[in-house]
């Protein structure tokens, strides 16, 4: 990736990396890291051990919040003179709450060639895996630190009627549950996604209330990294009458008879209505959890 013949411009490859499991580096992530000759990291010593052996060292630049507008001329005339530049950040995709977006701004208006690397993302890993309402979602990352202005946030969201996909720092879970909880309804449908692609992997789909009394009651829930997903407001009745229904049944019917309506009232399978009320029969099961990674 010399200089290109005619004077032409570099490209400004976006490129994703893994959000834990190293083996979810992509091979044309590898083979670029490998070649190109600028690499413009939110943290160096981290993407330093994505890059494998090469024969010559890139150029590196490290670009954050902070500096993001001091590095743009130095990475702009690079990427005028006909060198490829690969912008990385610490983990998953770069820009999504993470720094690139005013340099990717400044290569278009230079006339660069941007192009994306896709691999790796938290937000869509998690709402894959989530069993909330995925053909529409609003991506909302991170919400203010402070509880009165989080709570305002929510309330800005509470009747958005998509699913809602929030970054949370883990040691502010139980706090924005609460807020969350309080603002947008307990029996709020949402979900959890912990750890992705590490050893820890939580998913738990509860009611925001449930959700906050797990964390509460499991400290190690509030460790790592979490998306935090949360309902739709037009998906908030039908799902919450269907729970709260199964639950009512498996309460006060034996399980066969409790299936039985469950399948009739929800058009569910009587196979899959008996799952449901053998679920709801099991008050100590953190419901719909599954943990660890392959
Ligand atoms: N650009 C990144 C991406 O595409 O995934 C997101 C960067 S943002 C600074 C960091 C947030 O992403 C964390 O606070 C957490 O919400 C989420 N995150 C990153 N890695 C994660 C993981 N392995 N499991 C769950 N959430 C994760």
């Known amino acids: 990736m010399e200089k290109k013949a005619g004077g032409a411009y570099g490209t400004l490859w976006v490129v994703a990396t893994p959000i834990g499991n190293l083996g979810d580096q992509t091979p044309r992530a590898?083979?670029?890291?490998?070649?190109?000759?600028?690499?413009?990291a939110e943290?160096?010593?981290?993407?330093?051990?994505?890059?494998?052996?090469?024969?010559?060292e890139p150029r590196w630049f490290s670009i954050n919040e902070h500096n993001e507008i001091k590095?743009?001329?130095?990475?702009?005339d690079a990427l005028c003179d006909g060198q490829d530049v690969a912008l990385v950040s610490d983990a998953g995709?770069?820009?999504?709450?993470?720094?690139?977006?005013?340099?990717?701004?400044?290569?278009?208006?230079?006339?660069?060639?941007?192009?994306p690397l896709p691999g790796p993302c938290a937000a869509i890993?998690?709402?894959?895996?989530?069993?909330?309402?995925?053909?529409?979602?609003?991506?909302?990352?991170?919400?203010?630190?402070?509880?009165?202005?989080?709570?305002?946030?929510?309330?800005?969201?509470?009747?958005?009627?998509?699913?809602?996909?929030?970054h949370v720092p883990a040691r502010d879970l139980v706090d924005v549950l609460q807020d969350a909880s309080a603002v947008m309804g307990a029996a709020r449908h949402a979900a959890m996604a912990r750890e992705l692609t590490k050893l820890h992997e939580?998913?738990?789909?509860?009611?925001?209330?449930?959700?906050?009394?797990?964390?509460?009651?499991?400290?190690?829930?509030?460790?790592?990294e979490v998306v935090l997903m949360i309902a739709g407001s037009d998906q908030r009745r039908s799902t919450i009458d269907a729970d709260a229904l199964a639950d009512e049944l498996a309460a006060e019917l034996p399980p066969s008879r409790a299936a039985g309506i469950l399948a009739r009232l929800t058009g569910l399978s009587r196979k899959q209505a008996w799952a449901v009320i053998e679920r709801c029969r099991q008050p100590e099961s953190e419901g719909d959890t599954l943990t660890g990674s392959p």
């Open 30 to 40: 590898r083979d670029l890291l490998q070649r190109v000759p600028i690499i413009a």
């Open 43 to 56: 943290d160096t010593r981290v993407t330093r051990r994505l890059v494998p052996r090469r024969c010559a």
């Open 71 to 76: 590095q743009l001329p130095a990475l702009l």
């Open 93 to 115: 995709t770069p820009l999504v709450s993470d720094p690139g977006y005013r340099l990717v701004v400044a290569a278009h208006e230079a006339g660069v060639r941007v192009s």
């Open 125 to 166: 890993a998690a709402l894959s895996v989530a069993g909330l309402a995925s053909d529409r979602f609003w991506f909302e990352g991170f919400l203010p630190a402070r509880s009165s202005a989080r709570r305002s946030r929510l309330a800005a969201l509470k009747e958005v009627p998509v699913t809602l996909i929030f």
């Open 202 to 224: 939580t998913v738990i789909r509860k009611p925001l209330a449930s959700l906050l009394a797990l964390c509460r009651s499991q400290p190690e829930q509030s460790r790592g």
